[in-house]
């Protein structure tokens, strides 16, 4: 089962305390994941769902308005997508109610829609609260964070995912919106928002989880790049000694090395002889006598030196 079903599956067990909580919740369900459909002067109401916790949420919340509910589940042809649960409303007097208790409709227009809802009509913010999760529930998704951190909540126009993102930003967090062919998203894509958006809708064990997923995974790249850092540290400081290698033994070559200064020379010796020392590590085999800063200064010396005879015998072979 996938990280987003368990949210899901969290949020559709929640225990709501009031009439109005509910009613906050069908009212997302009304907009997210119900088609009105009219055939023969008859009117129904199709709620879908993919996952069967909701689909029993939504069969609940329904039977406060009319019993004359039917439940069944479509198999899905592909093998890509799951079967859908569809819940079924046919009391035209309970749709009537419930499209208008939800401000979804006036006067039983039932095509004029109003997809936003006034922010007086939640009012309070658990009210707001529960509204989010009924949007979540009916047409969002969660990514698993062991791969990438993307919430998203398709909406079937503007106007809703717009009004999704003034209610989701009024608690602080930075939701934007998208279209995608037919549908607008609204999403948040960085992952201490969406712990804060699933704290918001109140599923604290999978924000838990998402947490420890997140802990981990940033120890782990914490742990790569600093792995990655010493291991490009180290690749410099190989190339640079075998550079340094390269040019004590040039200059031996041509016969300059006898003219190298003392301290050059024991600096060289000690280089020859611990090709993979670091700067500090010569300096500490110098037991003081020499710092890091002044082996460093002599290398580079040396390599000038090197490089200055490189340049004679190029122009000598030049000519």
Same mark, same amino acid.
């Given at each position: 089962?996938?990280?987003?079903? %368990? @949210? ?6 929640? !225990? ?18 119900? #088609? ?9 109401? /199709? ?6 916790? *909701?689909?029993? &949420? ?9 019993? +004359?509910? /039917? ?41 004029? !829609? ?14 707001? &609260? ?28 503007? %106007?809703?995912? /717009? ?26 894509? #960085?992952?201490? !928002? *969406? ?9 604290? +064990? ?8 997140? @802990? ?6 914490? @742990? ?30 041509? %016969? ?13 010796? *000690? ?12 300096? /500490?085999?110098? !037991? ?28 000598? %072979?030049?000519?």
């Amino acid at each position: 089962m996938s990280f987003s079903n %368990d @949210v899901k599956n969290e949020g559709a067990r929640i !225990q709501l305390d009031s009439s109005k909580l509910v009613l906050a919740e069908l009212s997302a369900f009304i907009r997210t994941c119900c #088609e009105i459909k009219i055939k023969s002067q008859k009117i129904s109401l /199709e709620f879908i769902t993919e996952n069967a916790s *909701i689909a029993r &949420r939504i069969f609940t919340h329904l039977k406060g308005y009319s019993n +004359q509910l /039917e439940a069944y589940r479509k198999k899905s042809t592909s093998l890509i997508q799951n079967g859908q649960y569809i819940i079924v409303v046919n009391d035209k007097y309970a749709i009537d109610d419930l499209l208008y208790d939800t401000k979804f409709i006036y006067n039983s227009q039932y095509f004029s !829609q109003r997809s936003y809802i006034m922010s007086t009509e939640l009012k309070t913010e658990l009210e707001e &609260r529960a509204y989010l999760r009924g949007a979540f529930l009916g047409s969002g998704s969660i990514s698993n964070p062991e791969k990438s951190y993307h919430l998203e909540i398709v909406c079937r126009n503007e %106007d809703l995912a /717009e009004d999704l993102k003034l209610i989701i930003n009024k608690r602080g967090l930075k939701a934007k919106v998208s279209k995608r062919k037919n549908s607008y998203i609204v999403y948040i894509k #960085e992952a201490e !928002q *969406i712990s804060d958006f699933m704290a918001l809708i109140g599923v604290n +064990q999978s924000l838990l989880k998402f947490e420890n997923i997140r @802990v981990l995974k940033d120890l782990r790249n914490n @742990v790569n790049r600093v792995v990655n850092c010493e291991t490009a540290n180290i690749n410099k400081q190989i190339e640079a000694a075998q550079k340094q290698i390269t040019d004590i033994n040039f200059l031996k070559s041509i %016969d300059k090395y006898k003219d190298l200064s003392a301290d050059l020379k024991e600096i060289a010796e *000690i280089r020859l002889e611990n090709e993979y020392y670091t700067l500090k590590e010569i300096a /500490e085999i110098s !037991q003081g006598k020499y710092t890091r800063s002044g082996v460093n200064y002599r290398l580079k010396k040396i390599s000038a030196l090197a490089e200055k005879y490189r340049g004679v015998q190029n122009e000598r %072979d030049e000519g």
